[in-house]
């Protein structure tokens, strides 16, 4: 019988073994620019009653969504609660998800934190463990010093050195602020910057950001479902969206519908998810995300503290949301 320090020792060589061929892969595939278009949950991080990371549960979550039709996942976005976790806890989590998920599956891993020094660590540090690309939020605790010259500093020395390449993440209902138009036309321009997901949920700006970085070979991202098929008829290429950890096939043929051309059909299914979509988001947040995972047979576990789970007026009025439109 193996004790437990072979047993550590043997998932650590497999590791070791399966992130060597991850880059063996990556460098062959060097020179050829990341497609990210697709849909993307930004997956959900169950914990336990004791705020423990629930690992278990994570392993049955991903079993479920390798069987939709997803480009990839987002692991460690804000729906993972990662501003919540240890360094360590956020590279093990993204490295459970890339040994558990289908090669063919891209994990985009949350790499950001406050400073730029420690965005480099995290994101080499993710890379290591398997992530394709990193999603970089902007630095917000000195908000008001966060202007062009500082962003465009910082994601400019995090691709710089990044392994792998770099999605921007705008997302200003929980940062207070929105990454600067004139930034990312700089951005768009380095060579490890794919993309941008933009959670600001104007369809202008990111109608704006298509149009200025044509021919940069630079995609937008929607960050929500419930303006999804606006920016597809603006020219982004795909969304990570809260609501797909719940609706995740209806998500993803919102987006088939889209690119096919079938709007009449696309506005119709769109129309169903607006509210469901706002009640996990905006309205009630991770929380409530969490208790909708749960009714659709994932596993939302508890969140971990200071965030608190939803009222019980908040339970029926999230049900409402999603039952008066057909889900429930």
């Known amino acids: 019988m193996l004790g437990v320090g072979a047993v550590?020792?043997?998932?650590?060589?497999?590791r070791s073994v399966y992130v060597t061929l991850w880059k063996r892969s990556a460098s062959q595939a060097a020179g050829q620019r990341l497609d990210i278009s697709g849909i993307y949950p930004p997956i959900a991080t169950?914990?336990?009653?004791?705020?423990?990371?629930?690992?278990?549960?994570?392993?049955?979550?991903?079993?479920?969504?390798?069987?939709i039709p997803f480009k990839g996942l987002v692991v460690q976005g804000s729906n993972g609660e990662y501003p919540y976790l240890t360094e360590e806890e956020r590279v093990e989590v993204v490295s459970r998800v890339r040994l558990s998920l289908p090669r063919d599956k891209l994990v985009i891993a949350g790499s950001g934190c406050e400073s730029t020094?420690?965005?480099?660590?995290?994101?080499?540090?993710?890379?290591?463990?398997?992530?394709?690309?990193?999603?970089?939020?902007?630095?917000?605790f000195y908000k008001g010093k966060m202007d062009s010259r500082a962003l465009t500093h910082h994601f400019t020395q995090v691709a710089d050195s990044s392994p792998v390449p770099v999605v921007l993440y705008s997302v200003p209902a929980n940062t207070g602020l929105e990454?600067?138009?004139?930034?990312?036309?700089?951005?768009?321009?380095?060579?490890n910057i794919v993309g941008l997901k933009d959670s600001g949920g104007d369809i202008t700006r990111i109608g704006l950001a298509v149009h200025k970085t044509r021919g940069l070979d630079f995609q937008v991202l929607a960050g929500s479902a419930g303006f999804l098929m606006a920016a597809y008829s603006v020219g982004a290429v795909g969304g990570?969206?809260?609501?797909?950890n719940v609706l995740g096939r209806q998500v993803c043929e919102l987006e088939r519908l889209c690119v096919e051309g079938r709007w009449e059909e696309a506005r119709e299914l769109q129309w169903r998810l607006i509210e469901p979509n706002a009640a996990v988001t905006r309205k009630l947040g991770v929380p409530a995300l969490k208790q909708a995972m749960e009714w659709f047979g994932f596993h939302g576990g508890a969140c971990r503290s200071p965030l608190q789970p939803i009222t019980e007026s908040e339970s029926?009025?999230?049900r409402r949301d999603f039952s008066s439109n057909g889900w429930l």
């Not at 550590?8 to 497999?14: D, G, I």
């Not at 965005?119 to 080499?124: D, G, P, Q």
């Not at 990570?240 to 797909?244: F, K, P, R, T």
């Open 240 to 244: 990570v969206c809260a609501l797909a």
């Open 316 to 318: 029926q009025q999230l």
């Open 8 to 14: 550590k020792n043997m998932f650590a060589l497999s």
């Open 117 to 140: 020094r420690a965005t480099v660590r995290m994101t080499e540090r993710m890379a290591g463990v398997g992530a394709d690309a990193v999603l970089v939020v902007t630095p917000c």
């Open 179 to 191: 990454l600067p138009m004139d930034a990312v036309c700089r951005l768009a321009q380095h060579p």
């Open 46 to 67: 169950p914990f336990t009653k004791q705020e423990e990371l629930d690992y278990h549960k994570l392993e049955e979550n991903l079993q479920k969504y390798a069987k």
